[in-house]
């Protein structure tokens, strides 16, 4: 970047952060990002939250928002806009093109994060402080060779959905009828949060739901075991660690212990009983994600059962029990049939709510499939939820209208075009769509289900496979995606994936699109909006026949 690019004046500022504090996503510990912007002598004009990834669609908007209702002075409209990503550029360039939006340093908003970060998480906290204070070194070292090897075990890609939480007792260490989260599944954050009981962590559910709504929310007491790179460790920690060759499992997977009290707004300092407790949960995790089938069979049946492990840390076996799935948190399953009605009862709510309402229902109908004999071949279930999400977000279909020509529609255009996921998932992709047709004909009465399962049949895994790995069919976005991903770039980096398309428009002068005349354009927005005329009046009609 050119000194004369960083000294460019700016009307305003913009940036996409990830926040400091800890939310739950779908019942995952996370931390959700902050889209913000500026003045440029520091003042927030208005921000927008949500879960990695969903505020950059939501840029444009929230920047008209923010300027005809600013949270300071009046209403305005920047000429120069600075940005600290080149993807916010692109979107906010699309969208206003008599706007001057050029990538530069953004430090006015690093320093907005700096006083979150201390304001949410002060320090005096941490493995480091912990050695401080006097806990013993053998202690610190005992937890980093345990977080060595439950790294690579990677149990946040074998306890995938947020009903994967597990009971933990450890009596000779004073936890009782804890429950443990294993997060990473949605590659921000990789580890495991410990809270004092059941309650504790619907607490934290329901904080977090309140907080994305706007709402104040207390979360609770907790414990994590996070891992971060090397370079945001703490400096002399690392020397520490260093000179002794303390074990770790690679430069990108430094453990990270903190505790916070009630409240969750103030880290707690660390014990040495805090960090035995630490140790004996991740070598207990560590061997259940090796050899995950006992464990991961009981909470498909929803049975409960209990593993009593013997763990050595400290020179002594404490006995490390694990229970799942937890009682205390499984809710009776509402039939298919009766999941498809309720579905169809969204239909007279607006989109956003229906969005909401469906998902929920959706998660619910295939919790029931996987417990079901028309999965029992299935390694997981995760394609199907993908795959409806997708629907009801291009079409606006819902389950229970979903005929053959649905499925055409979601995997022979919108997959290919918008899905970044590799072509040799198809033959997976096909399968849970043939053991969802098959338990809704037989548990959900669904009428259009032995016609979805004929347009299933024969080669259509074959030729989805071949559609995913057409490159001409490739949408802008996944086209950047797909490009990072043949190149190695990492997408869960922010900071590499941004200095990727950075560095990609530099080179090329503008992001690459596939060839498209006007005559193109012309012809896909006539079909889109012939499709939803189409549906449209298909509502309207079901509304008045009610």
């Avoid at 500026?38 to 008209?64: F, N, T, Y």
């Avoid at 492990?309 to 009766?338: M, Y």
Wanted: glycine share 6%; with cysteine; hydrophobic share 45%.
């Amino acid at each position: 970047m050119t000194d004369k690019t960083r000294h460019r004046p700016a009307d305003m500022v913009g940036a996409i952060v990830t926040m400091p504090a800890t939310v739950m996503e779908e019942g995952v510990p996370t931390h959700p990002d902050m889209l913000v912007w500026m003045l440029p002598d520091g003042r927030v004009q208005g921000s927008e939250i949500g879960a990695p990834g969903e505020v950059l669609p939501k840029a444009c908007d929230s920047l008209r928002q923010t300027m005809l209702k600013p949270m300071v002075g009046p209403a305005r409209w920047p000429r120069r806009m600075r940005v600290a990503a080149a993807d916010l550029a692109e979107v906010l360039r699309a969208e206003f093109p008599e706007m001057d939006v050029f990538v530069g340093p953004t430090p006015e908003v690093d320093t907005l994060l700096a006083a979150m970060a201390e304001e949410l998480m002060p320090p005096g906290s941490g493995l480091l402080q912990a050695l401080e204070d006097g806990v013993p070194e053998a202690a610190v070292v005992a937890l980093f060779d345990a977080a060595s090897e439950h790294f690579p075990a990677q149990p946040w890609q074998v306890f995938v959905r947020d009903s994967d939480v597990i009971g933990v007792s450890i009596e000779a260490l004073g936890v009782h009828d804890g429950v443990i989260s294993i997060i990473g599944q949605l590659g921000e954050t990789f580890g495991w949060v410990l809270f004092p009981d059941v309650e504790a962590y619907e607490t934290q559910i329901a904080a977090a739901g309140a907080l994305e709504r706007g709402e104040e929310g207390t979360l609770p007491a907790q414990m994590g075991l996070t891992f971060d790179p090397v370079w945001e460790a703490p400096g002399p920690l690392v020397e520490r660690a260093d000179a002794a060759d303390w074990p770790v499992a690679s430069e990108e997977a430094w453990p990270n212990l903190l505790a916070v009290g009630d409240g969750a707004t103030t880290r707690r300092p660390l014990s040495s009983r805090d960090i035995a407790v630490a140790e004996a949960i991740t070598r207990a995790l560590t061997q259940v994600a090796l050899v995950p089938t006992d464990l991961l069979a009981a909470q498909r049946r929803r049975e409960e059962e209990t593993w009593v492990l013997p763990i050595a840390i400290e020179g002594q076996t404490v006995e490390v029990k694990l229970r799942t799935p937890l009682a205390e948190r499984l809710r009776p399953l509402r039939s298919a049939q009766e999941l498809l009605a309720l579905m169809l009862a969204i239909e007279d709510f607006d989109e956003e709510e229906a969005r909401e309402l469906l998902g929920g229902l959706q998660d619910e109908l295939l919790l029931g499939l996987w417990t079901a004999p028309e999965a029992d071949a299935l390694p997981d279930i995760h394609w199907s939820a993908f795959v409806l999400d997708l629907a009801f977000d291009a079409t606006g279909e819902i389950l229970p209208r979903f005929g053959p020509e649905d499925l055409d529609e979601v995997l022979f255009d919108v997959l290919p075009r918008k899905a970044s996921i590799d072509a040799e998932a198809a033959h997976e992709i096909v399968a849970e769509l043939q053991a969802l047709f098959r338990y809704l004909a037989r548990e959900g009465g669904l009428t259009s289900a032995k016609a979805c399962l004929q347009f299933l049949e024969g080669d259509t895994a074959d030729r989805l496979q071949a559609a995913l790995a057409d490159t001409s069919a490739y949408g802008p976005a996944k086209q950047m995606v797909m490009g990072a991903l043949a190149e190695g770039v990492d997408l869960s980096d922010r900071d590499e994936m941004e200095a990727w398309i950075l560095q990609r428009q530099m080179s090329l002068g503008a992001p690459e699109r596939p060839v498209d005349t006007a005559e193109d354009r012309r012809a896909r927005r006539a079909q889109a909006d012939a499709k939803k005329r189409k549906r449209k009046a298909a509502k309207k009609a079901r509304k008045r026949s009610k």
